[in-house]
């Protein structure tokens, strides 16, 4: 009886507590905006700081990258997300991940991997295609990849709920995909990457390409290639070391070889400055403009220059897991993250 009793003045006086911490709280940022001096619980953090401390408003999830695998069947030896788990959500475990995005502020889901086809012949990544556009009603739902195992009957079956198919594409030129890695068996990467373009064409998709800029390409002249596909984007990444992925002792690719130089990859940019969908994005721009999600639905900060995880949104709500993304909203939209990225918006000719 006693203990009950006492449990019960401490709840009552946690209670009474937090309230008085609430009202004093409201009352300093009331007096703040006079200049007033303000309690001294904080020491003697100079007023920036504490500004900062008190604005913990974590950003929206505007546009979000889900590598929901890390499984590929191509060995591009730049790569910076690598296969070092199997892990894949349960599909109803990745849905309700979605979701919850969604109610967090996404607008835009980019499903990427790995390679994302490579999960049940393309039908995980599918059936997420089409629960983001008909009942999370996003309005844009791309993917990136490789394209070696995407079949018309996806297209036929899913094609009407994705806006934005992404292939990735390095070199117009077989042998320099192959010394990259962006190659299985006898397949012709590039011949591939039209049949891709075409169906894009047919089935409503805004077609994309992405080109990884590296010391067996940089000297490459790409404008005529890339201007008869007439992708909506062609995004040039500058080569990126990320420890622990394709750099550093326990990282499955060594990608060391493949880095250019700022000027290198500027060079490539002047050389192409005439193609106008081209979308540079250096380094310095990459690294903290992403919202990554891994294959546990955790955000991954870049900013130490490895891939250091947040907990899982699965298990923790956006919310609390995206303060620790390490993610730079002003650089996102000076990079130009958002776009019109919606093919219901989209002025294209299919």
Not at 3 to 25: D, F
């Amino acid at each position: 009886m006693q203990l009950a009793l006492l449990a019960r003045l401490l709840s009552v006086g946690r209670a009474v507590l937090a309230a008085l911490r609430g009202r004093l709280g409201a009352l300093c940022w009331s007096l703040a905006p006079l200049s007033l001096p303000l309690p001294s619980w904080r020491g003697s953090a100079p007023r920036q700081q504490r500004d900062q401390e008190w604005d913990d408003t974590p950003p929206t999830p505007t546009s979000v990258n889900y590598h929901f695998t890390r499984r590929c069947n191509y060995k591009c030896g730049f790569c910076f997300h690598t296969a070092k788990t199997s892990f894949v959500l349960p599909l109803e475990e990745a849905k309700r991940g979605l979701a919850m995005l969604k109610e967090a502020g996404m607008e835009k889901i980019n499903f990427s991997g790995g390679e994302p086809f490579i999960q049940d012949s393309g039908e995980f990544v599918g059936q997420l295609v089409q629960f983001c556009k008909q009942e999370l009603e996003l309005p844009s739902v791309s993917i990136v990849s490789n394209g070696s195992l995407i079949r018309k009957q996806w297209f036929e079956k899913y094609g009407v709920h994705l806006d934005i198919l992404a292939i990735s594409c390095d070199s117009f030129d077989e042998d320099v995909n192959i010394l990259i890695g962006r190659r299985q068996g006898k397949k012709n990467h590039v011949e591939n990457l039209h049949k891709l373009r075409q169906w894009c064409r047919e089935y409503g998709v805004a077609f994309k390409i992405n080109s990884v800029i590296n010391r067996f390409n940089v000297e490459e002249d790409m404008n005529e290639q890339i201007k008869a596909l007439n992708p909506v984007r062609w995004k040039v990444f500058q080569c990126l070391l990320i420890e622990g992925e394709n750099s550093g002792e326990d990282a499955l690719r060594e990608a060391e070889k493949f880095v250019i130089s700022d000027e290198d990859f500027d060079r490539f940019l002047d050389r192409h400055k005439d193609v106008s969908c081209l979308v540079p994005e250096s380094n310095q721009k990459m690294r903290d403009s992403y919202l990554i999600l891994d294959e546990y639905m955790r955000f991954l900060n870049c900013r130490n220059g490895r891939k250091e995880p947040s907990k899982s949104i699965l298990d923790v709500g956006v919310e609390a897991a995206i303060k620790f993304s390490g993610f730079d909203e002003k650089m996102f939209l000076r990079r130009g993250g958002k776009y019109v990225w919606s093919k219901a918006d989209m002025k294209l000719e299919w």
